[in-house]
T-cell receptor, first 115, second 115 residues
């Protein structure tokens, strides 16, 4: 069965500092990995995805994520945080061999960037 | 591109009544749509997978007679909460997929409050 773990409920960082939001996953086959961001009372916005290829994936708003197969991780990073990055971030995984296209989400990590 | 429109954005209804939520893919055809439910400060719980022209596939523990899903066309799926009760109050989010390697695209969610 697929699962995603986001070990941190909240990450606090000062504006201008680098940020990392952690994610580890478990799938039986090869993974498709995604990061989404959610602002209050809104749906989820797609940030980036890993399918195949380079382990470092670049996405929207300056975010990037690194796929590490041996550690089964897909941590989200940004070199310099902005106050406007404060939101709820979700990591998600789909098994490449799953024809249902179901996406399984982690529990979410709240990012708080202080001025 | 890849816009998903969800309507209404919020609704208040009385206990015992039914509420219909619409999810439309505006600029692409979505053979598969998903309905999620999100409780406060919690992750998204997949309720069901909706395939155009066939019955929805419900996740374990989701009452199919209470949460009626219809995927009448390649651009429209509806979720009807029947005989709503206060415990059905939640944030419901739909999503649609464009293709196998594509991310899910989400609607902005519907805040349902049952009084």
């Amino acid at each position: 069965a697929q699962s995603v773990a986001q070990p941190e409920d909240q990450v606090n960082v000062a504006e201008g500092n680098p940020l990392t939001v952690k994610c580890t996953y478990s799938v039986s086959g090869n993974p498709y990995l995604f990061w989404y961001v959610q602002y209050p009372n809104r749906g989820l916005q797609f940030l980036l995805k890993y399918i195949t290829g380079d382990n470092l994936v670049k996405g929207s708003y300056g975010f990037e994520a690194e796929f590490n197969k041996s550690q089964t991780s897909f941590h989200l990073k940004k070199p310099s945080a902005l106050v406007s990055d404060s939101a709820l971030y979700f990591c998600a995984v789909r098994d490449m061999g799953d024809s249902s296209y179901k996406l399984i989400f982690g529990s979410g990590t709240r990012l708080l960037v202080r001025p | 591109g890849a816009v998903v429109s969800q309507h209404p954005s919020w609704v208040i209804c009385k206990s015992g009544t039914s509420v219909k939520i619409e999810c439309r893919s505006l600029d692409f055809q979505a053979t598969t749509m998903f309905w999620y439910r999100q409780f406060p400060k919690q992750s998204l719980m997949l309720m069901a997978t909706s395939n155009e022209g066939s019955k929805a596939t419900y996740e374990q523990g989701v009452e199919k007679d209470k949460f009626l899903i219809n995927h009448a066309s390649l651009t429209l799926s509806t979720l009807t909460v029947t005989s709503a009760h206060p415990e059905d109050s939640s944030f419901y989010i739909c999503s649609a997929i464009q293709g196998h390697n594509s991310p899910l695209h989400f609607g902005n969610g519907t805040r349902l409050t049952v009084t």
